[in-house]
């Protein structure tokens, strides 16, 4: 996650807007699969080239057009090139580096941001660049992966009976980023049963470093979602800044709450920062408690066996003239100050509150 | 409270503006009461349906409708449907995670914030949603629980001789809006106490797990408080700087002062999380303390005793050629050696300072 | 003085404007004095009643009216009815838990801070809400206790020839914001030397709990003080900014003086809490560095005794082949061997830095 | 690197707008190379002096004129006499310790920024100063070293065909910034590696000073970055807001995308921070730890043998009347206890998580 | 430095205006020195009063006044007299205690600001304030100290040949404000010594309550000199926004330049800041590693030869049934395990990294 940041590195030197792949190498082969609809028809279909897609662009439908895999360099450009697409917005469809944002042009708007998917296990997250680019009705979609995230939202519109059908290709992009957002909460559920486990188990067991591990690890979670989550906010804003006549005044309002989910997104992660700094807190305060209890048990002992051994110690001398060593009942007196006097101070302690 | 945060991914994929109650189960089955005034006259009812409501559209009085209770999902449908409201104003109102915010439409205002109950012990605190739909003549607030929240406002209406009776439904939205903050006075006295009782136990007893998790406790509490009374703040300021003309102009000093009393509340959260940052503080270095006593009276029998055993341990040395063992005093000497030593050592521990 | 904040909550539940007194029991009964200038004449009177006041308004002259002790209600009902004062601003002046501001109307301003008392104690603070009326010839002065606050002023008006006199009810308002504000450098003052002595006494003698208790109220103090201190800015701020004719262009010059003072407490408040920031880490190390000590007397004595103690035991056996018991001059050699041991041990820990 | 930023001092006292290089010494001893093309044509020349340059005044071509190595002061100041060039500019350009800033001049563009270059070890980092002024048809580059960090760039408009050569001196302009800001990119992606293995050298081996010390190196190194790059968001953010015609309005999707960049390299040193505050966490709960441990030792040893040392220590003593003693199987017995007391001493102590 | 913000409290109760000194007494007994100038003529004096000065009034040149020292409050009252100045102001320049600000007024602009002097020793610091009346013609400085500090711009002036003297007097204010920044870097040489040097001590010697000390001393200068500092960037802000036809067009240039030179200062002083942060955190961590090696000082110790005495104290055990007493190898055998137990002990120790 973090490393990807760096990955940028690789190009480097290289000529502005040259289309090159640069991110993870997708897992599968790629994918390009189009939904057009009016209010009246509905198609769907798997193409192979752009060629198969430019015969909408004749039609009154809304055509989404959703690219997954990012290997075919070739389509992207042959789509940059028929929807007169700026070459540094194909470059950053390719880089999936980029931060969450939302450019207007003339006749098109660019949306890139991140999905959530999940990590490998509790502790990380993965995520997946989706880039949207809305014409007036035409919505490309760009993603890394071959996967189904889409596929609810296109189920509700197959299965929409007019009003959904019915709007612009401005109320399919709210759709689409609605869909995304939300994973974000799913992941929230998961990422608090986690920190409240955590925070349970440190509160109870002993501080391991594992723990710490634990918390350093989450942490980095929490601030890589931020750093993605975060922009996403701005971009927002900036949408229902726009005056762009893509994006008509009726959507406007759904486009707020998707911008409200954001924020409730953002505070939540905020919570569990907060809630991690926390832990630290119990962790570092749990070792502290720990050598308490050790100590106690040492000076328990110690402040014990010390004195007496030095008695013992004492009628283990040689010296001739010890008259205690002749009495008949030295040694079980003894025994009685062995046992009484540990009793005394444990007594004198409890009082003192030393231990 | 922090759970209830994360519930929305049980809507993640359903279509935007669908209506389902998401959040906690309502206690009991719900509630529609009404409350009809002019100067002149008062009425008061409590319905089954929304018809029985219609009729109030007619009059020019100033009609306030309490929804309590959210699984009457249809009647809330056939508000949205007979008011003109939109329906994802309706999907917030039942979607009891909201932030705190304001929206303004062209014929009413949506207002919806969170109003503090008292919690299942002292340190936490439970939120209801309120939803307020404000009208030209109507005021509708939308409640999760049955409860005796506004029975005060009400009385106060009903005993009105006039002049509350004789304002506009932005002065009752006032009203309501005065009632939920000053809610938050209540919680933040017995926060204050918690806090304080907290910080006396902290200075004078032992430090324990028990008082870290209790500080970490309120530091939640005190999070999420400042989480839902924050975004109020703005909400108010939203209010003022609006020009719907749905709020005259002399209301705005009334609703300056609750503003006030949003920034008072807040300010207080802020005092208090600053003093719990101090407990924590004060919980390490008592700690610390601790650690200091019990490693003094470890060092206290360990240098004092110590000495003496190896002293004893000379005179129990079998060694053919020890005159003193043959002294006639060397026993009883050792004695006093025995006693001055000590005596000497915690002397002169206390005028290094060491002990 | 934490407190003092939570108080209103007595108020909630009642009608918004209901005048009551929410705050400390005033210390006297009260008092209404009035002083009424002109550059040719002055009077000075002490009354019971508003109606004695009413003959000032007809007079062309300058009349600062001082009501001390906010217990007689019906006084400051009756001067609201008879200068046209908004009912919540009367409101405003009986709850003294109000936070510094200034509030502007058609024919008057509203003013209301807090000022500085001397506490209890060093470590305490007490705080005196006074409230401004500012007309076009008359100052209302509404204060909690009757004390001597404003009596330098009032000489300076009696003793001043001409100048003070001849300007408006603006320039008195300036020059009573000025007496308040000025108080908080006595109370700076008195915390730094505070300060110094507890940052002087922690870097010398032991850290006790005392200590930390005392840099903890010290903490609360100065959160106060900057509670109470930083909306004094903003009102400075709204009073320049203010476009009221009740504010003349010659005295902007005046307020934008005590504007900078303020801004001097503030920054001399914030120095403070550095400071005390500061104070905290000293006195965390100070523990650590007694603790170091302290386990530094431990391990000498412990690594000194513990060898000649094994070293008398071995010479305790008793087994029957032990050649050394029999030579001559073993004992006096052990006893060499008891001295020269410790002192090589010291240098040689001294050498390698352990102790 | 920190001390850098002091030098200025040695200027104190001085002529404003006198020409002195304040900085270090440069490697070699300076080079001036012109690159001057446009779409029919190219030429690349090095010369001495500045009079060689005039000539391409004249031309309808653009002018890459680059200065390495700051000593020739003559030559600077006759390109500021030549170009019309302010005397606190090319003072500036001489100094090498400026903030990244963005001036508009009328006929002129100056930009000065730091270029990273590698660190003399991992910890370290380089900064040469590179300014650019920015001409209709000349941009002048000014750098501190001789090397060879535009060489790519100058390949790609050698060997470009027609595109870049047929843009203005702002598209150059950009190209250079671009070049300058993704060479944090390489400086980041080593970072990373190096702040990645010092997490992982904390979390397994001991914590020594030599880590503290390099995460303070490391921490200096981020503050340094970020120092230096933050500004330059203000210097791109400057440029898209400038009005000068010098920047044409299809080079800002360029310029938007080095500033994206900057945002991103931002985003990614600030992740750095965060996770060096994280090491400091480690290292610090890494001493504890290894302290737990030691005393642990401790405790097990002595809370074993200080209770088995008293028992012989009794049967030492020298009293005629102790029964024990004469029994045949009392010693076996013994040994018994001996071998038994500590096995049942670990477990107590397991069970009650003691150790 | 500390102590002298809260002296104002020395005025406290005084009439707004009253002209007395507030602050240290001045070293010296004041001076008063002209320098008028114009490209063609240049005259230098010292007087006695202001008389003298006001012949310059009628001429065409700028005239330098700078008053070094301030308890000629007479000289300073009849400047205000004769050149139109504010009751206020001539109160601010005599107050020694003034946060740096930019005033502008008809015909003359005020600026007050602090200059550092060198301290008492290396962790402290001195400022001198020195406020400026910029007029038409007249520059007025007023110093608290009869010092050299502005001694190499005089020089510059008298040996200018036209240019400096064919400016107006913003150009002599840019030019005194110039020296007075520049004195800063002095300073932070200094003062990044200082810190460089109590780092590396810190990173080599042991942690002593002296190295607290300091660290807390340069703790408060920094915050000291970033109080100072600070609102000179507030103060160059308001001069480059100020359309006061005082200030040049062509000056601006200048005065960005002294701008930029303030942040540099500014970011340098939180550099600093960040680096004792720093220290602060080497300190602690050094506490606790010489606590841990005192730790295995005594761990050492003890566990090897608490041990060694047990083993000691079973063959002093007086049995009568002890086989091993008779054996003839048994001591010197036992001589064995007592030299071989400890090397296995450190053996096992080290393998387990206990130690």
Redesign the interface.
């Known amino acids: 996650m ?2 990807s ?5 690789q ?3 290289m ?2 807007g040259s289309l090159v792949h640069v991110g993870r190498v997708p897992k599968s082969g790629g994918r390009l699969t189009v939904l057009d609809y009016s209010p009246e028809q509905l198609e769907q279909a798997e193409f192979e080239s752009i060629d198969d897609i430019l015969k909408y662009r004749d039609r009154d439908t809304i055509t989404w057009v959703m690219v997954e895999g990012l290997t075919n360099i070739a389509l992207i450009e042959s789509i940059g090139r028929n929807f007169g697409i ?1 070459d ?1 917005v194909l470059e950053d469809i390719l880089n999936t ?3 969450a ?1 939302f ?1 207007e042009y003339d006749d098109h708007l660019f949306i890139v941001l991140k999905c959530l998917l999940p990590g490998d296990d509790r502790y990380s997250l993965n995520y997946e660049q989706v880039s949207l680019l809305v014409l007036k009705k035409f919505v490309f979609v760009f993603k890394e992966n071959v996967d189904a995230l889409f596929e ?1 939202l296109r189920q ?1 519109i197959v299965s929409s009976r007019g009003r959904f059908r019915s709007l612009g290709s401005d109320y399919l992009t ?2 689409i980023l ?2 995304i957002i ?2 974000n ?2 992941a ?2 998961a990422l ?1 049963e986690t920190v ?1 486990e955590l ?1 349970d188990s440190l ?1 109870v067991l ?1 501080p391991t ?1 594992e723990a ?2 634990r918390i ?1 690890r989450l ?2 979670l929490i ?1 890589g979602m931020r ?1 993605h989550v975060s922009p996403v906010r701005e971009l927002m804003a900036a949408m229902l800044r726009s005056e762009s006549d893509l994006i008509e005044q009726r959507t406007h ?2 486009l ?2 998707v911008s ?2 954001v ?2 997104v953002i ?2 992660i905020e ?1 569990n920062r ?2 991690l700094t ?1 832990l ?20 328990v ?3 014990i ?6 008695i ?11 008259p ?5 009942w ?2 079980p007196l ?1 025994w009685a100050v ?1 046992i009484m006097l540990p009793v005394a101070l444990l007594i004198f ?1 409890r009082k003192k ?3």
């Open positions: 973090t490393n940041l760096q990955k940028p590195s190009k480097s030197g000529r502005p700026h540094l580096h980029q931060r944002k450019e609810p509700r709210y759709a609605d869909t939300d994973r909460f799913v929230l559920d608090d409240t925070e509160l002993e470093r710490l591990y350093q942490k980095k601030i750093r309002i759904y707020r709450d409200d989910h924020t409730r505070e939540s919570l907060d809630t926390g630290l807190d119990i962790y570092l305060s749990s070792i502290n408690n720990k050598m308490n209890q050790i100590m106690k048990v040492l000076t002992f110690a402040s066996f010390i004195p007496l051994t030095f013992a110690g004492i009628y283990g001398m040689n010296f001739e003239h010890m205690e060593l002749h009495w008949k030295a040694y003894l062995f302690f509150k030393w231990l």
